[in-house]
């Protein structure tokens, strides 16, 4: 998969790109990430300007339409792959586990990350991208929700993950709405918290429903909307 993220702050990518598992992926060509700076097709103002304020009033600055339909002109036309578009902003559709697995399944994706009080509306008018939010927060940018969606699709590519850590049973993936169960590893007691009993037992069947009972609370409590008939992602 091809990855291109528009940004007015490619920096802020900088140490994430570079540890643990993103750049495993990278250097073993499961994925490749591009980021490009959207002043760099700017009008050759002295100040590389890209932004400007809201005709009709208000607070803050809008990222402007020529630069960012030109950046993404540009940056398409690096590879011949259609790219899927998306563009961060807290008014978009909410990504989930379905979106992610679904963005996973694309071989190229072009990121459009806001700034500011967001874009020129005509810049979704005229590139017609999926509008992705990751929660009902404001962020100061797109950058940090860029950043959990190629966390989410990345780890869902084929090879990024081992067998041993494997996504099928992640709470939220398809065909799984249920949390996941707790679990423990050594030592058996801490400060008089013990491993409960059944998971030394060594009867797996016994472990098998202790755990699916846990999901099962743990949902109840936490996140019952998730066992809601018509939830949307059942
Ligand atoms: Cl995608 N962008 C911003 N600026 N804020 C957000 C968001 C995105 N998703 C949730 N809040």
């Known amino acids: 998969m091809r990855l291109d993220i528009v940004t007015l702050f490619p920096a802020i990518f900088d140490g994430y790109l570079t540890q ?3 750049d495993k992926a990278i250097q073993r060509e499961l994925v ?7 002043r760099d097709w700017a009008e050759n103002t002295p100040h590389r300007k890209v932004d400007d304020r809201p005709f009709g009033g208000g607070p803050g600055m809008l990222i402007q339409v020529e630069p960012t339909v030109t950046c993404v002109d540009s940056v398409e036309a690096m590879d011949p792959r259609p790219a899927r578009r998306i563009l ?7 990504f989930d586990q379905r979106m992610a697995e679904d963005f996973a ?3 190229r994706v072009l990121m459009l990350c806001g700034r500011y009080e967001g874009f020129d509306q005509r810049v979704v008018d ?3 991208p999926e509008e992705v939010s990751i929660g009902d927060f404001v962020l100061n940018g797109g950058e940090v929700a860029a950043m959990v969606i190629v966390d989410a699709v990345v780890r869902l590519l084929p090879g990024v993950l081992g067998d041993e850590n494997s996504s099928i049973d992640d709470s ?16 058996r ?3 008089d918290h013990a491993v409960p009993d059944v998971l030394l037992s060594g009867d797996h069947k016994a472990i098998a429903k202790w755990r699916d009972q846990q999901s099962l609370d743990r949902t109840q409590k936490r996140r019952s909307d998730l066992l809601e008939p018509d939830n949307e992602n059942n």
């Open 105 to 107: 399944t694309s071989e």
């Open 88 to 94: 961060l902003t807290p008014q978009g559709k909410r």
């Open 172 to 187: 939220f993936s398809r065909g799984n709405r249920l949390l996941e169960f707790p679990q423990y590893t050594r030592p």
């Open 126 to 128: 005229i590139l017609q």
């Open 20 to 22: 643990s598992l993103l």
């Open 32 to 38: 490749q990430i591009h980021r490009h700076n959207l």
């Open 189 to 191: 007691e801490f400060r």
